[in-house]
């Protein structure tokens, strides 16, 4: 495969701008610019529709290798360094404490001599994040810039997209793997970043995609919960991104090496609003921070990055969700509170979300934390829609893995990292899109409904455990064994927690069905009474 450098970029550059001096009058048009060796118009143009079944197959595990140069692979570990600190260090409440370090003849990506990590080397702890709670429910991760962009070629069935961008992604899953000393990080693609620079690639695609983000799956044993949580929430109404495994390889010039298995999954801004809404042109936003809890008087535009018509700067849309969320109507004149709310908001959408998100049990999205969600304004409708991301902290009973007393919580145990009661009842005002709905008589006993077709449905434990038998026998041989994980590229403590992982699951489900069961019979008991 071929490694551009930024010498052809260059060379590109100037040859371009002598035919625009010696052509004033014509700039040079797409057709002139060759595209790269191997293009094909349908796996690598921008008019060909989303090829799912290409990109995310269901009932098999995709490969892809990624050949960087030293030099950029390079950078991006020397990026990181600066972002985060030193590899295999990991921070803690903002300190930095060693946890032992690769041999020194052992190059970066290469796994140690044996094919065991060196003395003093350890994994994070499944499911614990460094730093301390801050405002609105953020962890302190201590740094908010995102990771340098790199061009790469990506190699997917015999064929390559040249001058790929990559670059690493995440927070806590970022930072704690990084600090563990472990290569699966996860990471982003977008096939036309550097078109500036190759203008060969304008408008490059992948089968469709513009951008793919790949999950290590991190403080997942099972390596499912990224992919299963989405599916669910598709199958249940919600709309939610499609996602496929990929077994990733990595060439920085020692030849491909095997970074491990990961989840990959469509970019709400680029495909999800494109094949799962009516009209893509409305505001996306990917909120996170203060403002993303929606309480009282905490709007901020940092708080909602617009992903869509940035330009535009214009947030009247989430202005008028706030103004109408907390009018006064709401305890003086509740239908036209309602009224006011759904003329603004998909009330229906995110009821059934927030159902299904309870159910399965979600702890690292809005509730307990103040991000992992996307809205979307939908110019068809006019009301802004609920879209859930990133869900590697979901299908488990507490933030320790899914290793919890199993208790059911219609009681509830609340609070950061542990059950939220299905009835909701101890979430605060901190959160008045969960805590005012709740509070409303007729959205609560929707919700309720919403819970009685999960269990019924999207999550009924018969279908669930056929689908996680099925997913783990599919992606065992990419994980565990000889074609398996291995140690430097791995989030596993051993090959043993992905096989008792899988039962976790299954218990968890049985668990979730009986717990709702019993939250419906005890509102219906309470309702009879009132």
Do not use: C
Not at 181 to 192: I, Q, S
């Amino acid at each position: 495969m071929r490694t551009h450098t930024a010498a052809p970029a260059l060379l590109m550059g100037i040859i371009v701008s002598l035919s625009l001096i010696a052509s004033p009058v014509r700039a040079q048009s797409h057709e002139e610019i060759a595209r790269p060796a191997g293009w094909d118009e349908y796996s690598h143009g921008n008019s060909t529709d989303p090829d799912y079944a290409v990109v995310f197959p269901q009932d098999e595990v995709n490969s892809i290798t990624i050949t960087i140069s030293p030099e950029n692979w390079q950078a991006m570990l020397d990026n990181m360094t600066e972002l985060y600190g030193e590899f295999g260090t990991r921070r803690d409440g903002g300190g930095r404490q060693p946890m032992g370090e690769w041999p020194a003849d052992v190059a970066p990506g290469q796994i140690a001599p044996g094919g065991q990590p060196p003395e003093g080397f350890a994994p994070p702890a499944m499911g614990k994040r460094p730093g301390g709670m801050g405002a609105g429910g953020m962890m302190g991760m201590g740094n908010t810039e995102n990771p340098i962009w790199v061009p790469v070629d990506i190699t997917f069935e015999g064929q390559t997209w040249t001058s790929v961008g990559i670059r690493f992604k995440g927070n806590s899953s970022l930072m704690s793997t990084w600090g563990s000393g472990t290569y699966k990080l996860p990471f982003k693609l977008d096939f036309d970043e550097f078109e500036d620079d190759y203008p060969e690639i304008e408008n490059q695609r992948f089968y469709g995609f513009k951008q793919l983000s790949f999950s290590s799956n991190w403080s997942d044993s099972s390596l499912l919960r990224e992919k299963v949580t989405a599916d669910i929430f598709r199958e249940a109404g919600v709309p939610a991104a499609q996602t496929a495994f990929y077994a990733v390889y990595v060439d920085y010039g020692e030849g491909p090496l095997y970074f491990g298995l990961y989840t990959a999954a469509e970019v709400v801004d680029d495909t999800v609003i494109h094949t799962q809404f009516a009209d893509d042109s409305g505001n996306v936003y990917k909120p996170e921070g203060t403002g993303a809890t929606f309480a009282a008087g905490t709007f901020n535009e940092e708080s909602f990055d617009k992903e869509t018509n940035a330009k535009a700067n214009d947030y009247s849309d989430i202005l008028a969700l706030f103004d109408a969320l907390h009018a006064t109507t709401r305890t003086t004149d509740p239908e036209a509170w309602r009224s006011g709310l759904e003329a603004v908001f998909d009330v229906d959408g995110f009821l059934r979300w927030l159902a299904v998100n309870s159910v399965v049990q979600n702890w690292d999205t809005y509730g307990q934390m103040a991000h992992n969600y996307y809205l979307y304004t939908d110019p068809t409708t006019g009301l802004i829609t609920w879209i859930p991301w990133d869900n590697n902290m979901a299908l488990m009973d507490d933030r320790g893995g899914g290793d919890g007393d199993g208790a059911d919580d219609i009681g509830g145990r609340d609070g950061f990292g542990r059950e939220l009661a299905l009835g909701l009842d101890s979430v605060s005002s901190d959160w008045p899109l969960i805590r005012y709905l709740m509070d409303d008589p007729l959205y609560h006993a929707l919700y309720d409904r919403y819970v009685e077709e999960t269990i019924n449905g999207a999550f009924e434990p018969a279908r669930m455990t056929a689908i996680y038998q099925a997913l783990h026998d599919l992606i065992a041989p990419y994980v565990v064994g000889e074609g398996g994980e291995q140690p430097g590229y791995t989030n596993l403590s051993s090959a043993d927690a992905f096989e008792s992982a899988l039962a976790t699951l299954i218990t968890h489900v049985n668990e979730r069905y009986t717990a709702a069961q019993q939250y419906l019979e005890s509102r219906a008991t309470a309702q009879h009474m009132w």
